[in-house]
């Protein structure tokens, strides 16, 4: 596991982590990085989707002789889990129960509020998901009153 953060160039990154930036296509890292100290409204720090990251899982959680760390991008989270795209390509879901320490190795996108392309992503899941939704609600109470005007 690394022993401090990395991220600031490519040379700095570990062998996988290089591999996956350049399977990325290879964005400027200098800018992505977290800003802990200076006025609050310019801090910018945590997760961010697409992160290349080092999660240690609980030897409990494992059998035998298996490898304790899981390297790839994050892919997303939820209440109960992380997902990522392990350093092999593999999709892979973790309990955040068996977590004990995850580590940040670089950020591949800008902070999540300067990022234009997620913004319009998260919009346009949005709507679409208030639309299955809607259609689901149709659905169940055996009806489809789309074309009745109120």
Do not use: C
């Not at 800003?35 to 959680?61: T, W």
């Amino acid at each position: 596991m690394s022993t401090e953060r990395r991220g600031r160039e490519i040379t700095d990154l570990p062998e996988w982590a290089r591999r996956m930036h350049q399977e990325y296509g290879a964005p400027e890292l200098i800018g992505l990085q977290d800003i802990f100290f200076g006025p609050l409204i310019k801090r910018k720090s945590g997760l961010r989707k697409d992160d290349l990251i080092e999660i240690l899982i609980d030897s409990r959680a494992l059998s035998g002789d298996s490898d304790p760390y899981v390297r790839g991008m994050l892919v997303g989270t939820s209440r109960n889990v992380v997902e990522i795209r392990d350093e092999n390509g593999d999709f892979r879901s973790i309990s955040r129960d068996v977590i004990v320490e995850l580590r940040l190795i670089s950020h591949l996108r800008k902070p999540y509020i300067e990022d234009r392309e997620l913004l319009t992503f998260e919009k346009e899941d949005m709507r679409r998901r208030s639309n299955l939704h809607e259609a689901a609600e149709r659905q169940a109470d055996g009806r489809d009153d789309n074309h009745v005007w109120d």
